[in-house]
């Protein structure tokens, strides 16, 4: 069965840093990966995924994630960090080689990131 | 519609009695999903359906729980004799396909069962 992992609850940045929020996965074929931004009170936005091909995609509000097949990460980045980045990140994975009945995607625990100005 | 269209957005609800919770998903939306969602947790899948066809009910936590989507289209997630425990958020969301297509997520619906 797939699974994800965020290793960390929380990470605080300041406002101009660079910023990367770690998922790691388990899949037993290939993956469909996705991260999806929540705002206080909010539904889940998707940012960005990645299907097949480059493996650094790039998403909606500056971010980007980078698909590293040999460590299993699909870590997010963004060179610039801006308050307003402050939310809840999810990262998600399906499993490309399973059946129909066994294509759910999966949610990490999330991790919240901080902004500090 | 325009996006997922989730009703009621809040339901307060006696312990015993049965709620249904409402998803009308994104039109010519093939896919079809029910997860919960605890304050500050991620989605928990509960159920997915592509058509009319459930196709994973692993996810739902007992026989109280079930849901169905009869044409297709809209979909209804019961939950019978309602517990305190099934206070949650539940999230519906729909993709094109089953594919590497983007799930699109609803607003939810808050229940709270007192």
């Known amino acids: 069965a797939q699974s994800v992992a965020q290793p960390e609850d929380q990470v605080n940045v300041a406002e101009g840093n660079p910023l990367t929020v770690k998922c790691t996965y388990s899949?037993?074929?290939?993956?469909?990966l996705f991260w999806y931004v929540q705002y206080p009170n909010r539904g889940l936005q998707f940012l960005l995924k990645y299907i097949t091909g480059d493996n650094l995609v790039k998403g909606s509000y500056g971010f980007e994630a980078e698909f590293n097949k040999s460590q299993t990460s699909f870590h997010l980045k963004k060179p610039s960090a801006l308050v307003s980045d402050s939310a809840l990140y999810f990262c998600a994975v399906r499993d490309k080689r399973l059946s129909e009945r066994d294509d759910k995607i999966i949610f990490g625990k999330g991790t919240r990131l901080h902004i500090l100005p | 519609g325009a996006g997922v269209s989730q009703s009621p957005r809040y339901k307060v609800t006696k312990r015993g009695q049965d709620v249904a919770l409402r998803c009308d998903p994104i039109?010519?939306?093939?896919?079809l999903y029910w997860y919960r969602q605890a304050l500050g947790q991620g989605p928990e899948f509960l159920t997915y359906f592509n058509y009319e066809a459930q196709q994973d009910k692993s996810g739902l936590p007992n026989d109280r729980f079930s849901a169905e989507r009869p044409e297709g289209s809209i979909s209804t997630l019961t939950i019978q004799r309602t517990e305190q425990r099934d206070s949650a958020m539940y999230r519906c969301?729909?993709?094109?396909?089953?594919?590497?297509?983007?799930?699109?997520f609803g607003e939810g619906s808050w229940l709270t069962v007192v």
């Open positions: 039109s010519g939306h093939v896919s």
């Open positions: 899949v037993s074929g290939n993956p469909y």
């Open positions: 969301a729909s993709s094109l396909d089953r594919l590497g297509n983007t799930i699109y």
